[in-house]
């Protein structure tokens, strides 16, 4: 059997365990799956929970995976759109096998709705939007049907023939479906299958003035491409039905079946291309990739691998029950990717310049540092070190409180990678703000060289002040503080003040030439990104991708 050898049941995947299934019944001889977005915004992290799931299942199976683009809406849709999906399925790390758009298909969606009006189970219907929505009656009330209802086949054919050629307005008639007013599902009464607009399609141009709606649509592009597997999000439950009506009744040869699985929700995550649209086009964020949203290519911006979220899709496996997953386990597979990966490097975020008054002035020696103390391959660096560094303002305190190991005066820390330094003077402005330390060294101390004569509590990270590289960093926190999804109307109300703060600091000298998304851990700060929009030769902007701790564990079940 193909792609069936050695395969077990998934304990967090049933939908895979519902093809290992199919192909050992032998109801599928080859897995076909498709991810069909539409072009309307950019890809969000929810849609690599779908992306990962639907190349995934293909590959392990041997079999197909198409990318399919969901253009049945002219009005909201985009070329833009279209090319950052690409890139973000590519940057992923899956390739699909077919590339098409759901508007190649216009032609043979037609011919299946006149189809159906030959049967007699499509009518067009002048009813307005409103009286078919106050005519389909409730969930315990059936419907009542269109005066239009029945009329003839030839009737039918010569108005929706009209429709197309773009005599009526928007809005002025519809071609729905005739199947059942008072079926308890309420998608089986009668539903709209083709509508008039009159826009401009972004790959059709002006060849069509009527669109099939997204439920009509759906399952022919899915019977065409003969996709066996057609994997949804759940609120399409009840629209299955429907799904396997149209399948049928068009007489589609192929037969795919569609399976629903739970959304991805992540606290404190704004998930839907709507809002997301929102903050890009009010300004709180700028663009679709800043570095603060949950798109592919904010995610990106920021500094996420798509190694770590393809784990964290693994991980968070597919179900059908609804759940919110805790945005600390994204990071908690950032860290661990990066962690054997990433550079460890020196970076101060807010200095506080500490000269050492006993090392000599104008000398400059060249430390050992570890490049990273997990991975002895990554070998070993140079730093420099003089009379002159770099410290975080957040290392000293003038009164410290109990158990504060970090410098005071009089108190003595060891400086990574170098030397024990202690406190002797506090220098102030006129303000009465600390603006420099002076300090003693003690070049017994020298980082590397077994010194054991005494003990000190604390290390702080530095910099070397003359060959300092000055860099941006910036610091997120979530857009939307207590997002909820289901909470719609104060959305925008809600923003986080806080969510951007940058700060001017320094790195080391040899950072300066750090390229475009190179990621590096900074001592005590955590995991960076070098901005790809707002970096320049020579002076990195550092975005955080996540600090170091998290009390979050994944569990091991
Ligand atoms: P949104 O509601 O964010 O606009 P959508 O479902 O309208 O998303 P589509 O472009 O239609 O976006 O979605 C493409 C595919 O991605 C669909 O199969 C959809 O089910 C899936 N998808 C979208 N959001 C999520 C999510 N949060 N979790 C899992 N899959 C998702
Ligand atoms: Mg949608």
Same mark, same amino acid.
């Given at each position: 059997?193909?792609?069936? +050898? ?20 032998? !109801? ?13 915004? *950019? @890809? ?50 899956? $390739? ?13 969606? *037609? $011919?299946?709705? @006149? ?42 054919? +010569? ?12 809005? +002025? ?18 539903? #709209? ?35 066996? /597997? ?45 809002? %997301? ?14 570095? !603060? ?5 904010? %995610? ?31 990071? /908690?597979?950032? !860290? +661990? ?5 990433? @550079?460890?490097?020196?970076?101060v975020l807010r200095p506080l310049?500490v ?11 060249? %430390? $050992? ?21 770099y410290i975080e303002q957040d290392d000293f305190m003038e009164t410290p409180p109990p158990k504060y190991f970090r410098l005071f005066p009089g108190n003595e820390v060891r400086l990574k990678?170098a030397y024990f330094i202690k406190c002797e003077e506090v220098v102030k402005?006129?303000?009465g703000e600390v603006v420099e330390l002076r300090c003693t060294y003690d070049?017994?101390t ?6 054991t004569g005494r003990k000190v509590k604390g290390t702080i990270h530095w ?5 300092? #590289? ?53 001592f005590r700060h955590g *995991? ?15 975005? !955080?991708?996540?600090s170091l701790k998290s009390s ?6």
């Amino acid at each position: 059997m193909v792609g069936l +050898e050695n395969k077990t049941a998934s304990s967090n995947n049933f939908i895979k365990n519902i093809v290992i299934e199919d192909l050992a019944a032998g !109801r599928v001889t080859e897995v076909v799956t498709r991810f069909p977005p539409e072009p309307n915004g *950019y @890809l969000h992290i929810g849609h690599a929970k779908s992306i990962c799931l639907n190349f995934e299942l293909a590959d392990e199976f041997k079999g197909r995976t198409n990318l399919r683009f969901d253009d049945t809406n002219p009005v909201k849709e985009d070329v833009e759109y279209v090319e950052s999906i690409k890139q973000d399925v590519k940057w992923l790390g899956f $390739d699909w096998d077919g590339l098409f758009f759901a508007s190649d298909y216009f032609g043979e969606m *037609y $011919d299946r709705a @006149l189809l159906l009006i030959r049967k007699g189970l499509a009518y067009v219907d002048d009813q307005t939007a409103d009286q078919i929505r106050e005519t389909r009656g409730t969930l315990t009330e059936p419907g009542t049907n269109s005066p239009y209802r029945d009329r003839s086949a030839e009737e039918n054919l +010569e108005l929706f023939e009209r429709m197309k050629n773009g005599e009526f307005a928007g809005g +002025e008639k519809v071609l729905r479906a005739k199947i059942d007013m008072s079926s308890p599902n309420v998608n089986m009464r009668d539903p #709209v299958i083709y509508r008039i607009v009159h826009a401009h399609h972004h790959n059709t141009g002006d060849a069509w003035k009527i669109y099939p709606m997204y439920a009509f649509a759906h399952p022919l592009e899915d019977a065409i491409e003969g996709v066996t /597997h057609s994997i949804c999000t759940l609120e399409f439950e009840d629209q299955r039905p429907f799904y396997d009506w149209v399948v049928e009744q068009c007489e589609m040869e192929a037969k795919p079946r569609q399976y629903e699985f739970n959304r991805l929700n992540i606290t404190n995550t704004v998930m839907s291309k709507r809002k %997301l649209k929102a903050l890009v086009d009010e300004k709180v964020v700028d663009g679709w990739d800043d570095p !603060r949203m949950p798109t592919i290519s904010g %995610l990106r911006r920021k500094g996420y691998t798509p190694e770590a979220i393809r784990a964290f899709c693994r991980e968070i496996g597919v179900a059908k029950s609804y759940g919110v997953v805790d945005e600390r386990m994204l990071e /908690h597979f950032i !860290r +661990e990717d990066l962690k054997l990966k990433a @550079l460890r490097t020196m970076a101060v975020l807010r200095p506080l310049k500490v000269v050492i008054t006993n090392y000599p002035e104008g000398q400059v020696e060249w %430390l $050992d540092a570890e490049n990273n103390p997990e991975n002895e391959e990554m070998g070993v660096r140079q730093i420099p070190f003089s009379r002159e560094i770099y410290i975080e303002q957040d290392d000293f305190m003038e009164t410290p409180p109990p158990k504060y190991f970090r410098l005071f005066p009089g108190n003595e820390v060891r400086l990574k990678h170098a030397y024990f330094i202690k406190c002797e003077e506090v220098v102030k402005n006129e303000a009465g703000e600390v603006v420099e330390l002076r300090c003693t060294y003690d070049p017994e101390t020298k980082s590397g060289t077994g010194f054991t004569g005494r003990k000190v509590k604390g290390t702080i990270h530095w910099v070397e002040a003359s060959q300092a #590289v000055p860099t941006e960093f910036r610091l997120f926190e979530p857009l939307i503080n207590d997002e909820d999804e289901n909470e719609d109307s104060s959305f925008l109300e809600r923003i986080n003040p806080n969510s951007l703060e940058t700060l001017q600091g320094f790195v080391e000298p040899g950072m300066k030439e750090a390229a475009a998304q190179d990621k590096f851990q900074f001592f005590r700060h955590g *995991y960076f990104n070098v901005d790809p929009k707002l970096s320049e030769p020579g002076r990195p902007v550092f975005n !955080r991708i996540v600090s170091l701790k998290s009390s979050f564990e994944v569990s091991k079940a």
